[in-house]
């Protein structure tokens, strides 16, 4: 894939973002639509620093503000502050939380966790979708909930076929703290992510900016991996998608909260 995909999304999203911030510092002109768009932006624009610069502590920052707009999102929400339709804030949308894991910022995460929605919005989302997101909530969770994930993980093994859904298997994994089972269970999902991708591609709605941004960099799949390595789990190996350069440090400096409203 040409890098000039990935000069492009720079650009366009550096636009956006810029509109989006400029709308939301108007008094009263807030929508959830913008908290969402913001998420993205800092998310498209954390994969171009890390992959035209090698910018590590550019793209946790810019991860870690995607986070921020996803907090602020939802905190709005729980003061009933904002205008938005029921699908503004769905548990199976992992824009924010999963930056915010990738960037190692885990008292974000946790943040985002706990105002997260915590039943399945039927109608809106896929089941599986919600229960591997909502896995990951408690997963972050301190004190961690060991009854609720229990119950979160006999629903999913209810709800799909053995191997259906490979994120359940590394879940599984996880939960049971079964290191070489979660190392195998991460590049089955990888390849599975990379099927996707190619469908992608003979999409009418393929765009090369996604392909070349966060086609190439698997932001929930670093999230797992963070998780993994604060459970104590040894070092996994790299992987396509998931490079070691794209694993943040744990101490790699974050920025201040409410940073995100500053591009």
Not at 41 to 62: I, K, M, P
Not at 64 to 81: D, F, P, T
Not at 96 to 121: C, N, T, V
């Amino acid at each position: 894939m040409s890098h000039d995909y990935v000069d492009l999304a720079r650009h366009n999203q550096t636009l956006v973002l810029g509109s989006v911030l400029q709308s939301l510092s108007q008094p009263g002109a807030a929508r959830a639509e913008h908290f969402l768009t913001a998420a993205v932006c800092y998310r498209v624009l954390g994969v171009c620093v890390l992959l035209q610069d090698a910018n590590v502590e550019g793209f946790a920052a810019h991860l870690a503000k995607a986070g921020q707009a996803r907090l602020s999102l939802l905190e709005h929400a729980s003061r009933a502050q904002l205008p938005r339709a029921p699908e503004d804030i769905l548990a199976s949308d992992n824009v924010g939380f999963s930056d915010a894991l990738a960037a190692g910022d885990l008292k974000l995460a946790r943040a985002i966790a706990l105002l997260s929605p915590q039943l399945h919005a039927t109608g809106l989302e896929y089941e599986e979708d919600f229960l591997f997101s909502r896995f990951l909530h408690l997963w972050t969770g301190e004190p961690r909930n060991e009854k609720d994930v229990r119950l979160l993980m006999e629903r999913w093994e209810q709800i799909v076929d053995t191997g259906a859904d490979l994120r359940l298997d590394v879940c599984q994994s996880l939960y049971t703290r079964n290191a070489d089972r979660l190392a195998d269970s991460i590049q089955a999902l990888i390849e599975e992510r990379k099927h996707e991708l190619h469908a992608y591609r003979k999409q009418l709605d393929f765009d090369p900016e996604v392909a070349a941004t966060t086609g190439k960099i698997y932001i929930d799949g670093l999230a797992l991996l963070r998780l993994a390595e604060v459970e104590g789990i040894p070092s996994l190996p790299a992987y396509e998608l998931l490079p070691t350069l794209a694993r943040v440090p744990h101490s790699t400096p974050l920025p201040k909260e409410g940073s995100w409203r500053t591009a």
